[in-house]
């Protein structure tokens, strides 16, 4: 019986929040409308945003091998209150995304991000429709800040920092508050 | 920042708190801060392949955090 109410909680939160991604993805497209910007479109993670993440196995200057299949199932089954996102430069895909809220939902994760390598062809920068995407949401559900968690290397931790993040070496993330 | 900005984006938080954001606040607030990230990434070279994220350390761990508000 509690397994199935467990179930049941499970389906519930994975629809509100899942009606949240999209009005928050929503959202966003309609600021990139309003600039103009129609190229780019943001959407959740689909099966052809999963089979478009192989391709990047085929860079020599991809810098981690993530299996995007395997870890988006996993992100999926346990964050029901996830943000993800899938950036699309007219039908290439450029980024993949995935964070959540924290315990207590005072902070948005930003888990992973990847962008798609610099090898396989020129693209356009995808850090500033990350942030839209997680910028919205976390105001959607009321978050006072943004976590950047994990950044691979100073000169991403450098890069973060130019849009206003902060480092902090214990937890290894940097933060945002949201105003 | 000043002591006088930071109590005014304090008290300002604090109000977003108890009220939420409307979706035309979220809309506007959107806006502002893609103006503004967007100059920033025109000004700033993406670093070759932007990539973060602890993913193998994910796959490895069996369940999320109790408490990672303060981590």
Redesign the interface.
Known sequence: MVVYSMLANHIDAEMRYGRLRTEALK??H???I??NITNIKLYTISSEALNASRLWDN?K????N?DWF??YR??KH??PKRFEMAIWDKKSLI?LSMGRP???G??L???????A??DLGERP????YV??GY??YS??L?A?QIR??????N??LS??E??GYSYVA??D?LYK??? | MSDKIINIQKAKQDKRQKTGWSAEEIKERAAAEFDKNRKISQETPEPENLVSGDMDGFLKEKGSKDNDEEC
């Open positions: 959202a966003a309609e600021t990139l309003s600039q860079s200057s991809r810098q981690v993530w395997e870890s996993s992100f346990r964050y980024g924290t315990y207590r005072t902070a994760r930003l888990d992973f991000v990847e962008a390598p610099s920068s995808i850090i500033e942030l839209l910028d919205i105001r959607m009321n006072k950047i968690m994990n950044p691979i290397n000169k991403v890069y973060y130019k849009f214990k937890g993330y508050d949201i105003f």
